[in-house]
């Protein structure tokens, strides 16, 4: 397999297998992902998806079972034990539980990589304390861990992840455990290392949200296998896989949305009236299309929910509404819609079909 000088991993034909009480567990079954250099790449999945197992092959701390491992153009499997250990320390890894030592201050903990280097005390000091600096922590520099909070612990984790100078962080779930103002702090200071020091990133998450906020490329995971992946906005602006499509609502609002307002609340529609919900995309989420459609077709949209985003630098919309009006110039102002490169579905009402109402009917795959 040639390797790619763009690509600073490479994995092909991925499986890892365990034995689990005399049951076989296949945790990742055949995958193959490629992230460029100075890529943000998120990978999420629920619990048991197998994103974590497979991100620890990429340091080989899990080998796989079959299938071949490149980093920074290194074929990992091919080294020798001190070369392996060395092609280690340009993969950092930052996790949930931080992983700090107690024993040992702030400083202590940022210098620990460096302990195995040939320098001197002074120059040991000097570079952790410039990693401090770097994430923000410098003046807890002789604090202990006990006494920092959960986004200051994750920052000093991320100054150690950075000690030996890696080219790729990988981060494991490690907002997961913190609040979500300061979940925002600590991705933005990933972005920023991202920025500043052409770190490629690669996310681990359960969260779409996190997805959104700073990555450039998403694969999705389940059961062991990438079922869906490609650049954020448009995997949220066209997911083709339903597990997709619930992260991308759950994390927008508009899951909860449709359900509340197609089963929670005592709407009834007359024959003349359908409950529409919208998706809109780039440019067409900042122009007047609702105002425009309802003088051109002469019906009325009551707004019932809306929502905007910026998700890798593309605008996405969301809206839910009641178009009302004769049917056939309700249906001439959806495939208007449809022209206009806007997802349309229209929602069943009715406390029973709550569950269904919240899929409704992809009016954009029927015209």
Same mark, same amino acid.
């Given at each position: 397999?040639?390797?790619?000088?763009?690509?600073?991993?490479?994995?092909?034909?991925? *499986?890892?297998?365990?034995?689990?009480?005399?049951?076989?567990?296949?945790?990742?079954?055949?995958?193959?992902?490629? =992230?460029?250099?100075?890529? =943000?790449?998120?990978?999420?999945?629920?619990?048991?998806?197998?994103?974590?197992?497979?991100?620890?092959?990429?340091?080989?701390?899990?080998?796989?079972?079959?299938?071949?491992?490149?980093?920074?153009?290194?074929?990992?499997?091919?080294?020798?034990?001190?070369?392996?250990?060395?092609? &280690?320390?340009?993969?950092?890894?930052?996790?949930?539980?931080?992983?700090?030592?107690?024993?040992?201050?702030?400083?202590?903990?940022?210098?620990?990589?460096?302990?195995?280097?040939?320098?001197?005390?002074?120059?040991? &000091?000097?570079?952790?304390?410039?990693?401090?600096?770097?994430?923000?922590?410098?003046?807890?520099?002789?604090?202990?861990?006990?006494?920092?909070?959960?986004? +200051?612990? +994750?920052?000093?984790?991320?100054?150690?992840?950075?000690?030996?100078?890696?080219?790729?962080? =990988?981060?494991?779930?490690?907002?997961?455990?913190?609040?979500?103002?300061?979940?925002?702090?600590?991705? +933005?200071?990933?972005?920023?290392?991202?920025?500043?020091?052409?770190?490629?990133?690669?996310?681990?998450?359960?969260?779409?949200?996190?997805?959104?906020?700073?990555?450039?490329?998403?694969?999705?995971?389940?059961?062991?296998?990438?079922?869906?992946?490609?650049?954020?906005?448009?995997?949220?602006?066209?997911?083709?896989?339903?597990?997709?499509?619930?992260?991308?609502?759950?994390?927008?609002?508009?899951?909860?949305?449709?359900?509340?307002?197609?089963?929670? =609340?005592?709407?009834?529609?007359?024959?003349?009236?359908?409950?529409?919900?919208?998706?809109?995309?780039?440019?067409?989420?900042?122009?007047?299309?609702? *105002?425009?459609?309802?003088?051109?077709? +002469?019906?009325?949209?009551?707004?019932?929910?809306?929502?905007?985003?910026?998700?890798?630098?593309?605008?996405?919309?969301?809206?839910?509404?009641?178009?009302?009006?004769?049917?056939?110039?309700?249906?001439?102002?959806?495939?208007?819609?449809?022209?206009?490169?806007?997802?349309?579905?229209?929602?069943?009402?009715?406390?029973?079909?709550?569950?269904?109402?919240?899929?409704?009917?992809?009016?954009?795959?029927?015209?």
């Amino acid at each position: 397999m040639a390797v790619s000088l763009n690509n600073i991993i490479e994995l092909k034909d991925i *499986s890892v297998t365990f034995k689990n009480d005399g049951n076989v567990v296949k945790a990742v079954k055949n995958v193959n992902l490629k =992230i460029e250099r100075g890529d =943000i790449y998120g990978i999420i999945g629920y619990s048991g998806a197998g994103k974590s197992t497979l991100v620890r092959v990429i340091n080989l701390l899990q080998a796989p079972t079959s299938g071949t491992v490149s980093v920074a153009e290194q074929r990992l499997q091919e080294l020798k034990p001190q070369e392996l250990r060395q092609a &280690r320390k340009r993969v950092g890894m930052i996790f949930q539980h931080f992983n700090l030592m107690k024993s040992r201050t702030v400083l202590g903990n940022v210098e620990y990589p460096l302990l195995s280097k040939k320098i001197s005390k002074k120059e040991r &000091r000097e570079k952790a304390t410039n990693l401090l600096n770097l994430v923000g922590l410098a003046k807890y520099a002789d604090e202990y861990p006990s006494r920092l909070s959960g986004g +200051q612990k +994750q920052r000093v984790a991320i100054a150690r992840a950075l000690a030996n100078d890696p080219d790729v962080l =990988i981060s494991d779930e490690a907002t997961s455990a913190l609040d979500p103002k300061t979940t925002i702090s600590i991705l +933005q200071l990933l972005k920023k290392l991202n920025v500043e020091l052409g770190l490629t990133i690669v996310l681990i998450t359960h969260e779409m949200q996190v997805i959104k906020s700073i990555c450039h490329n998403v694969a999705v995971m389940e059961d062991g296998e990438i079922i869906e992946r490609g650049r954020v906005a448009k995997v949220f602006t066209a997911p083709q896989q339903k597990l997709t499509n619930d992260f991308i609502e759950t994390s927008t609002n508009v899951q909860a949305a449709i359900k509340r307002i197609t089963a929670e =609340i005592d709407l009834q529609l007359a024959a003349n009236q359908r409950l529409v919900y919208l998706n809109f995309v780039g440019n067409t989420a900042k122009e007047g299309i609702i *105002s425009g459609l309802a003088q051109k077709y +002469q019906i009325d949209i009551n707004i019932l929910f809306a929502n905007i985003d910026q998700i890798d630098g593309e605008n996405v919309g969301y809206m839910i509404s009641i178009f009302s009006g004769q049917p056939e110039l309700i249906n001439g102002a959806i495939k208007s819609l449809i022209s206009a490169d806007v997802k349309v579905r229209i929602l069943e009402v009715g406390g029973s079909k709550g569950d269904e109402a919240a899929n409704g009917v992809d009016y954009s795959e029927r015209n």
